[in-house]
T-cell receptor, first 113, second 110 residues
Framework: NAGVMQNPRHLVRRRGQEARLRCSPM?????VYWYRQLPEEGLKFMVYLQKENIIDESGMPKERFSAEFPKEGPSILRIQQVVRGDSAAYFCASSPSREYEQYFGPGTRLTVT | DAKTTQPTSMDCAEGRAANLPCNHS???????VYWYRQIHSQGPQYIIH???NNETNEMASLIITEDRKSSTLILPHATLRDTAVYYC???????????FGQGTRLTINP
């Protein structure tokens, strides 16, 4: 049973470009969570999604960031017009339901130049 | 904000038991204690969780005090691969988001 998959593992973008981060949850998991870890800091919750629905986006910056989890395919975290401050590791986690522990993927390291 | 207090760093000799403390004096009756670890810059790894009773799995043991205000994660025979940052998190199941503090940086020495 494959774990949570994230791609790309490393992403370099110039300021002003768009970044798309993908997360495929574990098989049988329909709940997806995104977290961000800035350099030398702890992980911070961004958004929680179930299939086709955003349940909690209280941790998402108000502008430029969006997330989706379509009926088919991976969850996508999209960052428009990236700035240097967006450089971070972005982790996705999944669980089979809200009451179960979350399992994390290896992360995508975004570098904005 | 994190509702737990952990030492910033700890050292342990390889082969010995590593005991990581966590204070959560404001824990509510329906909040669980979860432990995760992050090895280098990998994704956090779930270790164990508990509500009141002590718990054990193949990775670790979790000892929760009777008043639930503190707990200890025990790695019974630490190896070099257990070097990581360990996070103690209080969490209401179904609350959706894990709140990570700064954790304890555990270094296992040969």
């Amino acid at each position: 049973n494959a774990g949570v998959m994230q791609n790309p593992r490393h992403l370099v973008r110039r300021r002003g470009q768009e970044a798309r981060l993908r997360c495929s949850p574990m098989k049988g998991h329909s709940h997806v969570y995104w977290y961000r870890q800035l350099p030398e800091e702890g992980l911070k919750f961004m958004v929680y999604l179930q299939k086709e629905n955003i349940i909690d986006e209280s941790g998402m910056p108000k502008e430029r960031f969006s997330a989706e989890f379509p009926k088919e395919g991976p969850s996508i975290l999209r960052i428009q017009q990236v700035v240097r401050g967006d450089s971070a590791a972005y982790f996705c986690a999944s669980s089979p339901s809200r009451e179960y522990e979350q399992y994390f993927g290896p992360g995508t390291r975004l570098t904005v130049t | 904000d994190a509702k737990t207090t952990q030492p910033t760093s700890m050292d342990c000799a390889e082969g010995r038991a590593a005991n990581l403390p966590c204070n959560h004096s404001t824990i509510s009756g329906n909040e669980y204690v979860y432990w995760y670890r992050q090895i280098h810059s990998q994704g956090p790894q779930y270790i164990i969780h508990g509500l009141k009773n002590n718990e054990t799995n193949e990775m670790a043991s979790l000892i929760i005090t009777e008043d639930r205000k503190s707990s200890t994660l025990i790695l019974p025979h630490a190896t070099l691969r257990d070097t990581a940052v360990y996070y103690c998190i209080v969490y209401i199941q179904g609350a959706q988001k894990l709140v990570f503090g700064q954790g304890t940086r555990l270094t296992i020495n040969p």
